[in-house]
């Protein structure tokens, strides 16, 4: 069973830096494309950024675009996605997942599996 574990989220002030880390082991980031998405409550989960498994090709939602960048780290038995998250806005707050499906183009959390718990992540303006 894959797991993904998400971490680095926190309460943070309007214009300051996060970064989140999805780490996996290379097994299950193996030829898969990685997706970090958020939810507000009552909402539903949006696709904000996404990675391929080369790190080559990258999507951003518009609302993160110039602000934050989505990067894979290859370690010798876990593969670090990280989601840096500057210039944060008070509408980014919410929570953050990270997940995997095996084709390029996919927008919907419900194309994609293998859900990490998420990370909250809480702008103060």
């Known amino acids: 069973q894959a797991q993904l574990v998400e971490s680095g989220g926190g309460l943070v002030q309007a214009g300051d830096s996060l970064r989140l880390s999805c780490v996996a082991s290379?097994?299950?980031?193996?030829?898969?494309?990685v997706g970090w998405f958020r939810q507000t409550p009552g909402k539903e989960r949006n696709l904000v950024a996404s990675?391929?498994?080369?790190?080559?090709?990258?999507?951003?939602a518009d609302s993160v675009k110039g602000r934050f960048t989505i990067s894979r780290d290859n370690a010798k038995d876990t593969v670090t996605i990280a989601l840096q998250m500057n210039s944060l806005e008070p509408e980014d707050t919410a929570t953050y997942y990270c997940?995997?499906?095996?084709?390029?183009?996919?927008?919907?959390?419900?194309?994609?599996?293998?859900w990490g718990r998420g990370t909250q992540v809480t702008v103060s303006s």
């Open positions: 290379r097994r299950t980031f193996h030829d898969v494309i």
């Open positions: 997940a995997i499906n095996p084709n390029w183009g996919l927008s919907r959390a419900s194309e994609y599996g293998y």
């Open positions: 990675i391929d498994s080369t790190g080559t090709a990258t999507y951003y």
